[in-house]
């Protein structure tokens, strides 16, 4: 048998990874990513070092463990070729920053949720999480599938950057309160911290909705400066330590049933790497993709049990009058914000487009599938 070198071994190694990694991005990503490669060849020997910037807490749970193995898929893929350095919310620049530190380059990656930068750019918030919208499989088959990669590169090609879905909450709790919400009444006056659309929804229903870092929620929450805060789903905020300082965890989550995360790249920075190297590091973000969205379903059941079982606090749903001028609330800031914003009226109608054929759809699949079982 012929002997094979260590040498020629690995630069095997490394072109069936590269090969593989093509074929994964081909096979899960829009068909217009392959547009980032550039006819750049890779230069023997270099090593990329690139910085992500998060808005999560260091080291923290799911989130922030799913950029760090990005990092490593990306830097064995790669044969140690493109080494990314992964730094939390507040470690590099502050958390909500995080798309201004890669637009301008100082940092390559971000990742965090594109409602965070609704100041900046509204229309992104489509790209999150929209009340009484589409769910995680819905919000991954729209981007991937359905037309939304492409406006979500459009609205952020100024800024010389490109979103990536990069994992999904599911659909969330509605929040931890320090008050009873037994009527639209009880809403007035309300501090609460929630970003995004649902906060502008909550804003019009007569709350002071804040958008707060994560790291600094429970701070807020248990001196007052907060009444009222949503977060994720139950493995997160028990992390977070919200039933120490909270009476009420109430649901459904109207206002995120489905947030995806991103993970956003510069574009101008992603276009100078070797063609495989772009591939590689595209498969690995959508790796993570699936990863987070499974880690959180996987254990959000068994932190919502403890959370019943230590018996602290109160588990309520909000009341169908609540829901239902939420869902009226939720239309009419929809309804302006389209008439307001060219590149939120383009979105809009093709979100909606989808979401009305993939409600159709679910009609005869889940919904019915879940009736029946639970039956």
């Not at 409602?115 to 790209?127: L, R």
């Not at 995004?196 to 019009?204: H, I, Q, T």
């Not at 109430?250 to 790497?273: C, D, F, M, Q, R």
Request: hydrophobic letters at 40%.
């Amino acid at each position: 048998m012929e002997s094979i070198s260590r040498k020629k071994f690995l630069t095997k190694g490394t072109a069936a990874l590269a090969g593989a990694s093509v074929l994964s991005t081909w096979a899960c990503a829009p068909e217009d990513t392959a547009k980032t490669a550039t006819s750049i060849s890779a230069e023997p020997g270099k090593v990329y070092h690139w910085k992500m910037v998060t808005t999560w807490p260091p080291n923290f749970p799911i989130l922030g463990e799913g950029c760090k193995l990005m990092a490593d898929w990306v830097d064995k893929m790669s044969g140690g070729r493109l080494k990314i350095q992964v730094f939390g919310g507040g470690e590099l620049v502050p958390a909500l920053e995080s798309f201004d530190a890669v637009s301008n380059g100082s940092a390559e990656l971000g990742n965090g949720a594109a409602y965070y930068w609704a100041g900046k750019v509204p229309a992104a918030q489509f790209f999150s999480s929209v009340p009484f919208g589409m769910n995680a499989q819905q919000m991954n088959a729209w981007i991937i599938s359905g037309g939304g990669q492409a406006l979500w590169d459009k609205i952020y090609e100024p800024f010389d950057v490109r979103g990536f879905p990069s994992g999904n909450t599911g659909v969330q709790m509605g929040g931890w309160f320090n008050k009873e919400i037994n009527s639209v009444a009880d809403l007035q006056g309300l501090k609460m911290r929630i970003p995004g659309l649902g906060g502008l929804v909550m804003k019009e229903a007569g709350v002071t909705a804040m958008n707060v870092a994560g790291g600094e929620i429970y701070t807020n929450l248990e001196r007052g400066v907060l009444d009222a805060t949503e977060w994720i789903g139950p493995y997160h905020d028990y992390k977070m330590g919200f039933q120490k300082i909270a009476r009420y965890y109430y649901y459904p989550g109207w206002h995120e049933p489905g947030s995806t995360l991103e993970t956003i790249v510069n574009k101008s920075k992603l276009a100078s790497l070797p063609e495989d190297l772009q591939e590689i590091l595209i498969a690995a973000i959508y790796r993570q993709n699936l990863w987070t969205l499974s880690e959180i379903e996987a254990k959000n059941n068994e932190y919502l049990e403890k959370i019943i079982a230590e018996g602290e606090v109160e588990l309520r749903q909000f009341p169908q009058e609540v829901i239902s001028k939420l869902r009226e609330i939720t239309k009419q800031v929809l309804d302006r914000m389209v008439s307001e914003n060219a590149q939120a009226k383009e979105i809009y109608e093709s979100y909606s487009a989808f979401q009305a054929a993939a409600k159709k759809w679910a009609e005869y699949t889940e919904k019915i599938y879940y009736n029946v079982i639970s039956g």
